[in-house]
């Protein structure tokens, strides 16, 4: 049975300061000797992230400039009188408006009849990326938009840092470097070049579970609960910290007081915004109610993902949300799942990891949401990487360049001019 191997504690990160990484000289030349060993740590595999991000980017770009069907639509739902602005709508649309705005938190009940049953409103989109929207805008002159998109852009190096260390600490250098490739063509990725949260949560949820991959338990604590103010996604990353301090005091290997710490306050971020919104409302559930009567986005225990799954698969299309080859590919993105889980399981893969996910896959496969983003939702599942990393670094350097050229290509043309384009991202 194949295992992954276990490398030394820090040997794939980075010192603890930038003074502590030299030999007593001067602070500059610690700096300097901090940056050279960052870069020659993770440069490989960020370089390898960012050319395949830009061939696939420059791919998306391309069609939907050729298409233009964007100039036809109102701007808040994919039109754009420019290319580039196709890509602060939709959701982008709703983190502007916190941005700029803030909060309004409130359950307006619609007239009788109508589909949904509170009026939507910017509550369900959790403040930490739209709070570093708005920091980055006042600190460096960027309108929202653009500081929107530097935000996501540094965010999915950090996360394709991330995913090189998780990996490398686990196998290899070489299986680290075509983790973070994958992460940059996944079917989803379109969506991490855009005013969207998700290479900002990916970022935390990756380095926190290095924290706790190289037993820095306070810090994994503390990561979690920022994560926890970015997506409600961040509940698989605290239940997957709470197994592995739970694992950690059962052992008694780091004590009690830090894994313990780690436990308590990583949900702190994540209950205290829902706490808060559902304050604000008068209605402590209320959070849910506006996902569920507004967003039409609750847990129904996979029912309409069985329902996709059937329609698909059989030829129907009598289900909600109905996207033809954004539902294709999804449903074929699904059924690989349970092949990869097995291998990362087979992988003997620390428990947390497992952990954290299943139950991503479980909160997103669960949920009624729309079906053709089942792509984007699976990108905090990184740990999948791992398996697929494995299986390709047995291959040639030659035939790696050609399958994630090719793959960089598709992935613009799927996760970024169907989703946006011709979906909903």
């Not at 649309?93 to 910017?122: C, R």
């Not at 007081?257 to 949900?267: D, G, H, K, T, W």
């Not at 087979?346 to 949401?369: D, E, H, K, N, W």
């Not at 999948?384 to 299986?391: E, G, K, R, S, T």
Request: hydrophobic share 50%.
């Amino acid at each position: 049975m194949s295992t992954i191997s276990s490398r030394p504690a820090d040997e794939y990160s980075l010192p603890d300061s930038p003074a502590d990484d030299g030999d007593g000289g001067p602070e500059g030349d610690g700096l300097k000797q901090w940056t050279q060993r960052a870069a020659r740590r993770f440069g490989p595999a960020l370089a390898v992230f960012g050319v395949l991000k830009l061939l696939g980017f420059t791919t998306f770009m391309y069609l939907l400039d050729a298409s233009g069907d964007f100039r036809t639509k109102e701007y808040r739902y994919g039109g754009a009188a420019h290319v580039w602005d196709v890509l602060q709508s939709w959701d982008g649309w709703w983190y502007q408006q916190v941005a700029e705005k803030g909060y309004h938190p409130q359950l307006v009940p619609l007239a009788a009849g109508q589909m949904m049953t509170v009026d939507q409103n910017s509550a369900a989109f959790f403040p930490l990326y739209p709070g570093l929207m708005r920091l980055v805008s006042d600190c460096t002159g960027l309108g929202l938009y653009g500081a929107g998109m530097l935000v996501s852009v540094v965010s999915s190096f950090v996360a394709a840092a991330g995913i090189f260390a998780v990996t490398a600490k686990l196998t290899d250098r070489r299986t680290g470097i075509i983790a973070a490739a994958v992460w940059a063509v996944f079917p989803g990725s379109g969506a991490e070049w855009a005013v969207y949260s998700d290479s900002l949560f990916v970022a935390l949820a990756a380095w926190a579970c290095y924290a706790v991959l190289t037993r820095r338990w306070v810090e994994a604590g503390v990561i979690t609960l920022v994560a926890g103010l970015n997506r409600p996604t961040a509940s698989a990353l605290i239940a997957a910290l709470g197994v592995a301090a739970l694992i950690a005091l059962y052992q008694r290997r780091d004590g009690i007081l830090r894994p313990l710490v780690a436990m308590l306050i990583s949900p702190l971020g994540l209950f205290g915004y829902v706490f808060w919104v559902g304050w604000r409302m008068g209605d402590l559930t209320g959070y849910f109610t506006l996902q569920r009567g507004a967003w039409l986005h609750f847990f129904d225990y996979g029912q309409h993902t069985a329902n996709v799954l059937r329609g698909v698969l059989f030829g129907h299309s009598d289900y909600l949300f109905g996207y033809p080859t954004e539902d294709l590919i999804a449903v074929l993105l699904v059924l690989t799942l349970p092949v990869l889980l097995f291998l990362l399981v087979r992988l003997r893969t620390p428990a947390f990891l497992i952990v954290y996910t299943l139950v991503t896959i479980v909160m997103v496969l669960g949920s009624q949401q729309i079906f053709g983003n089942t792509s984007r939702y699976l990108l905090p599942a990184f740990p999948l990487f791992v398996p697929l990393a494995v299986a390709l670094r047995r291959v040639s350097l030659p035939s790696l360049v050609m399958i994630f050229g090719l793959t960089a290509a598709a992935s613009g043309w799927y996760a970024g001019y169907v989703i946006f384009e011709l979906g909903v991202p």
